[in-house]
């Protein structure tokens, strides 16, 4: 009898087993529910404005030659260059910096081919009147401007900077309050927060006609205005709400 007990037994264990088995299965297969703390948000995002004068001016000329000859050209180059450096470096307040310098052959329609070549300079100066003061006197040396473009200097932008944060920051719970109170919600806290930095327009560069050596000698220093310039700060959060 004890042989014939334990062999009903095994298939009701098996079949338990099989049965617990699918259960599992099942259960795991189940959409899972939504949690019963899901929250609603609030997502806004403020900019505060503010115009600030340009109080920086950036300056790019050339030196120029075209002969024949390429090391005439470079010749002339490196002279007008040099010549130009010490005279920029007598002046206070001015920032310098060099940049390209490229000679090329050309070979126009029915003339003999030449060689062209030029370097920039690029001045940088809070005082407009030194800075167009040495412009001028640049010119009257043979150099050729391309560019005069007021821009707004770090300083400028960073004096701004909390008090456009503030700003934001205030109109954007200003702003959360007030759509709280018209939707009957109350405002639980903030998941997120973001602000940037002061964002300020590129500069405005002014492209200036270009003139041979010989024709800007009896030019009078440029004239800039530079204006101001809108910046700002934006802020972004994400309110959580809740029912009152």
Same mark, same amino acid.
């Given at each position: 009898?004890?042989?014939?007990?334990?062999? &009903?037994?095994?298939? &009701?264990?098996?079949?338990?087993?099989?049965?617990?088995?699918?259960?599992?299965?099942?259960?795991?297969?189940?959409?899972?529910?939504?949690?019963?703390?899901?929250? +609603?948000?609030?997502?806004?995002?403020?900019?505060?404005?503010?115009?600030?004068?340009? /109080?920086?001016?950036?300056?790019?000329?050339?030196?120029?030659?075209?002969?024949?000859?390429?090391?005439?050209?470079?010749?002339?180059?490196?002279?007008?260059?040099?010549?130009?450096?010490?005279?920029?470096?007598?002046?206070?307040?001015?920032?310098?910096?060099?940049?390209?310098?490229?000679?090329?052959?050309?070979?126009?329609?029915?003339q003999p081919p030449r060689w062209h070549g030029s370097q920039t300079v690029n001045l940088t100066s809070k005082d407009f009147a030194a800075l167009l003061n040495l412009v001028g006197t640049l010119?009257?040396?043979?150099?050729?401007?391309? +560019?005069?473009?007021? /821009?707004?200097?770090?300083?400028?932008?960073?004096?701004?900077? /909390?008090?456009?944060? /503030?700003?934001?920051?205030?109109?954007?719970?200003?702003?959360?309050?007030?759509?709280?109170?018209?939707?009957?919600?109350?405002?639980?806290?903030?998941?997120?927060?973001?602000?940037?930095?002061?964002?300020?327009?590129?500069?405005?560069?002014?492209?200036?006609?270009?003139?041979?050596?010989?024709?800007?000698?009896?030019?009078?220093?440029?004239?800039?205005?530079?204006?101001?310039?809108?910046?700002?700060?934006?802020?972004?959060?994400?309110?959580?709400?809740?029912?009152?």
């Amino acid at each position: 009898m004890r042989i014939l007990r334990r062999f &009903w037994l095994q298939p &009701w264990a098996a079949i338990g087993l099989l049965l617990t088995g699918m259960s599992t299965a099942v259960a795991q297969s189940a959409p899972l529910q939504p949690p019963a703390n899901d929250q +609603s948000t609030l997502q806004l995002s403020e900019t505060a404005q503010r115009d600030v004068a340009r /109080d920086l001016l950036h300056a790019t000329l050339a030196a120029e030659a075209t002969d024949p000859d390429a090391g005439k050209v470079q010749s002339a180059i490196n002279q007008r260059m040099s010549t130009a450096t010490a005279r920029i470096k007598q002046v206070a307040g001015v920032t310098l910096e060099t940049g390209g310098y490229s000679v090329y052959r050309e070979t126009p329609d029915k003339q003999p081919p030449r060689w062209h070549g030029s370097q920039t300079v690029n001045l940088t100066s809070k005082d407009f009147a030194a800075l167009l003061n040495l412009v001028g006197t640049l010119q009257q040396q043979g150099l050729v401007i391309q +560019s005069l473009a007021p /821009d707004i200097s770090r300083d400028a932008r960073q004096s701004v900077e /909390d008090a456009l944060t /503030d700003e934001a920051l205030t109109r954007l719970k200003q702003r959360a309050d007030r759509i709280a109170a018209t939707a009957g919600v109350k405002l639980q806290g903030i998941h997120t927060l973001t602000v940037g930095n002061v964002n300020a327009p590129p500069p405005i560069i002014r492209p200036l006609m270009r003139m041979s050596a010989a024709e800007a000698l009896p030019a009078p220093p440029p004239v800039a205005e530079p204006g101001n310039a809108t910046v700002s700060v934006t802020a972004t959060a994400e309110f959580a709400l809740a029912r009152p």
